[in-house]
């Protein structure tokens, strides 16, 4: 395979578990010769105690892979939401390998959720803050080192085909992957003049650890097995099958390479054509 990001350094946030999209892009951006910061929240909150992060050990094991292919990568605990943690994540790259080109915003999830009239405000604040301030905050302490460098860079944002259309039960992680699109735009006007840009990848329904609570939810409520809500989903998708974060990767690669370098502000359906508007 062509070495497209021969030697650059990419920082893949939320990447830890196993059958997630960041694993995806983190594994398919080392095969293109990028080196890896691979970050991820590393702990559970209990109060949400059906919220599953990534945890340490998976972060070792996306490291072990990466090095398998003669790639470097150093593993960070990082709550995105916490702006002295993501300092801490941008100076620890930035002293290890020296450089940044490529930051992949891709953290993501929510915690409690449900009809509007029942969502508590703290689940309401933690779902717009892992979506939309933890992209906001690792963007702005990324994009000064990769102006001071002076060698241009990406910066790609895991938004959602609910960034674009509203689902009942998710107005908290809608609101947040709507301004995610809105944040991706404003930045790309703001860095565009030194060689960054800046887009968001919108994907549809892929089989995650994070699905498995929407199936639950569709499941619990129309009293439906996992097979039935997985063929409710299948229906929606004119490609007929479920997405894979391989799907995803594929087009962060591009955006991350030379050849995505003229396209910068746009968030991209990557959904097997499932309708947004
Ligand atoms: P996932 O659970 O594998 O990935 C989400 C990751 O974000 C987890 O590793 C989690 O630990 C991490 N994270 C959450 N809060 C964090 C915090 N405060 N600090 C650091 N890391 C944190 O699930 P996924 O489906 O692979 O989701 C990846 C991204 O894709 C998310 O942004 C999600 O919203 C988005 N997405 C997923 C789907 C889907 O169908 N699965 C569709 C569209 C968009």
């Given amino acids: 395979m062509a070495q497209r990001l021969e030697d650059k350094v990419a920082i893949v946030t939320g990447c830890a578990r196993e059958r997630g999209i960041g694993r995806a892009i983190a594994m398919r951006l080392a095969r293109e010769g990028a080196h890896i910061v691979a970050a991820d929240y590393c702990r559970s909150i209990s109060e949400y105690p059906d919220a599953k992060f ?3 050990a998976e972060l070792e094991d996306v490291v072990a892979n990466v090095r398998k292919l003669g790639r470097r990568a150093i593993a960070v605990k990082v709550d ?10 941008v ?5 290890e390998f020296g450089r940044l080109d490529i930051l992949c915003n891709n953290a993501g999830g929510g915690v409690g959720g449900g009809p509007v009239m029942q969502q508590t405000l703290d689940s309401w604040n933690r779902t717009v803050s892992i979506n939309l301030t933890g992209t906001f905050l690792c963007s702005k302490h ?3 080192k990769m102006i001071a460098a002076g060698n241009g860079g990406r910066i790609i944002n895991t938004a959602s085909i609910a960034g674009k259309r509203g689902g009942p039960g998710m107005a ?10 809105g944040l991706t735009r404003s930045l790309a006007l703001e860095l565009g003049q030194f060689g960054i840009t800046v887009n968001a990848v919108c994907p549809g329904f892929v089989e995650t650890q994070l699905f498995e609570g929407l199936i639950n ?3 619990a409520t129309r009293n439906l097995n996992r097979e039935e809500v997985l063929k409710t989903f299948v229906a929606q998708v004119p490609m007929g099958r479920m997405e894979s974060g391989d799907d995803v990767a594929d087009v962060v690669a591009f955006l991350a390479s030379k050849d995505g370098g003229y396209m910068t502000g746009q968030a991209l359906n990557i959904c097997g054509g499932v309708e947004t508007h």
């Fill in 54 to 56: 990534g945890q340490a």
């Fill in 80 to 89: 995105v939401t916490d702006e002295s943690e993501v300092s801490a994540m």
């Fill in 91 to 95: 100076e620890a790259a930035a002293k």
């Fill in 142 to 144: 990324v994009a000064p």
């Fill in 172 to 181: 908290a992680y809608c609101a947040a992957k709507h301004g995610v699109i």
């Fill in 217 to 219: 939810m569709v499941g």
